[in-house]
């Protein structure tokens, strides 16, 4: 069983940044591909960013340059570092690990002002 934990949502104003971890329990954290996901309120969950066990990374065309996503597998943890914040990036972000199935954290909002 995978717990996932996320931290470090809030409000900034656009142009900011902010940074969100997510603090993974569970043995198999190091062999996961981890994610980070958004959703918007009346829009689908939708893909941030994702950095498989290796380290290769993927991002959204809209976050593109201005998020990166990291991990530490010593700590078993993900973060998303968010950058040139838009008021298009609000939403609440989810923590995401993949292994065998997938797990859900339980979101943290990020609110950008105009």
């Known amino acids: 069983q995978v717990q996932l934990v996320e931290s470090g949502g809030g409000l900034v104003q656009a142009g900011g940044s902010l940074s969100l971890s997510c603090a993974a329990s569970?043995?198999?954290?190091?062999?996961?591909?981890m994610g980070w996901y958004r959703q918007a309120p009346g829009n689908q969950r939708e893909l941030v960013a994702t950095?498989?066990?290796?380290?290769?990374?993927n991002y959204a065309d809209s976050v593109k340059g201005r998020f990166t996503i990291s991990r530490d597998n010593a700590k078993n943890t993900v973060d998303l570092q968010m950058n040139s914040l838009k008021p298009e990036d609000t939403a609440v972000y989810y923590c995401?690990?993949?292994?065998?199935?997938?797990?859900w954290g339980q979101g943290t909002q990020v609110t950008v002002s105009s």
């Open positions: 950095i498989a066990s290796g380290g290769s990374t």
């Open positions: 995401y690990a993949l292994w065998l199935r997938g797990y």
């Open positions: 569970g043995s198999i954290f190091s062999r996961s591909l």
